[in-house]
C-alpha cells in the first residue's frame, strides 16, 4: 500500500509518533511519502530529552520512506532544505495524496 503523511503539526510528541508510524509501515512492506507543511517545516529542530524526532526522521529515510519540506514554509521560516528534508512544492504534496492509497495528517 502507498500512504501518504501530511505533517502540519510542531508539537514535539505528535510529529515523533507521525515518523514512529512511517517506519512502523514502511517495516510492514508499504511505501511511504512525508510532506512537511506549516509548522511541520520544523521537525528537525524539535529534539528533546523524551522525544528524538530527529532519529525517527533518519530511520525512516534509511528505511525507504521520502520526506518532502515545503518550500514556502521553509522560506517564512527563514529555514532552508536539508538532505533529510528536500526542498518542495504544493505540486509536490498533490502528487503525494494523488497516488497514495491513505493519506494521514498529524
Known amino acids: 500500500m502507498k500512504i501518504g503523511i501530511v505533517i502540519y503539526s510542531n508539537d514535539t510528541e505528535t510529529v515523533w509518533n507521525a515518523f514512529r508510524y512511517g517506519n512502523f ?3 510492514e512492506g508499504d511505501e511511504v511519502k512525508v510532506f512537511l507543511t506549516g509548522k511541520g517545516v520544523e521537525a528537525e529542530s524539535l529534539d528533546t530529552e523524551k522525544f528524538s524526532v530527529t532519529q525517527q526522521m533518519k530511520d525512516f529515510v534509511k528505511g525507504g520512506g521520502t520526506i518532502l519540506a515545503c518550500g ?3 522560506k517564512v521560516r527563514n529555514q532552508s ?3 533529510i528534508c528536500p526542498l518542495s ?3 509536490d504534496m498533490y502528487a503525494l495524496v494523488k497516488e497514495s492509497d ?3 495528517t498529524f
Do not use: G, N
Request: with cysteine.
Open 25 to 27: 509501515a514502511i517495516k
Open 89 to 91: 512544492t504544493m505540486k
Open 102 to 104: 491513505r493519506v494521514l
Open 72 to 74: 514556502t514554509c521553509l
Open 81 to 83: 532544505a536539508t538532505d
